[in-house]
């Protein structure tokens, strides 16, 4: 799949405020500073779609893009740390949890992890969360190029044994780099499948 059209569609803090028109939904999510908006950009060759930032915690609204005028792109908030207070991360865990749970046009959750670690508890914790929910989702390790070809491969190797410890069937996934472009090929083929 080639994207030739990305636009900003709107931006809610409740499921039941996003874009009216409905229409096939992949969203994004991971923990603050795991190179989320990079990778939106680079699928999208729109640099400039996701707003980046070097401190974590930028995105704090569920923002939709509407991606050759066939499907949307949602860019959710991250999960974990974040400089903002308490209440805040659990007013962003609400809205991460109603957006999830109540998108029936939602196909796929991508988990965002960076490769250059082993897979932490907050990512397993909610990964966990959403298999108990029942909530489709796939891996995408980010940074892919922070790391030589052999030490990536182990290190997802390493975190694939990490999640089989609780998961009896792994989900999809995928190795990327927003650097380099490494992954947007699978990631594009894997939701032109749905759509």
């Not at 923002?63 to 740390?81: A, K, R």
């Not at 508890?121 to 940074?143: C, H, S, V, Y």
């Not at 998961?167 to 472009?181: D, H, I, N, V």
Request: glycine share 8%; proline share 4%; aromatic share 10%.
């Amino acid at each position: 799949m080639t994207i030739d059209q990305a636009t900003f569609a709107g931006s809610c803090t409740k499921e039941s405020q996003k874009p009216s028109r409905r229409l096939p939904e992949f969203a994004f999510i991971g923990r603050s500073n795991v190179g989320k908006s990079s990778l939106i950009n680079m699928l999208t060759g729109n640099s400039k779609l996701a707003k980046t930032s070097a401190s974590p915690g930028k995105t704090k609204l569920i923002n939709h893009f509407l991606i050759n005028d066939s499907w949307y792109l949602v860019d959710l908030p991250g999960y974990g740390f974040a400089k903002i207070s308490k209440q805040g991360r659990e007013d962003l865990r609400k809205m991460i949890n109603d957006y999830i749970r109540n998108s029936a046009e939602m196909v796929t959750l991508f988990v965002l992890v960076d490769s250059r670690f082993d897979i932490t508890r907050i990512d397993q914790e909610f990964i966990n969360g959403l298999g108990e929910n029942g909530i489709p989702f796939a891996i995408i390790f980010t940074k892919g190029d922070k790391l030589g070809p052999n030490a990536l491969k182990a290190q997802i190797e390493r975190d694939r044994r990490i999640l089989a410890e609780t998961w009896e069937t792994l989900p999809p996934m995928f190795a990327s780099s927003s650097e380099t472009g490494a992954g947007k090929e699978e990631i594009l083929e894997y939701i032109q499948q749905y759509i």
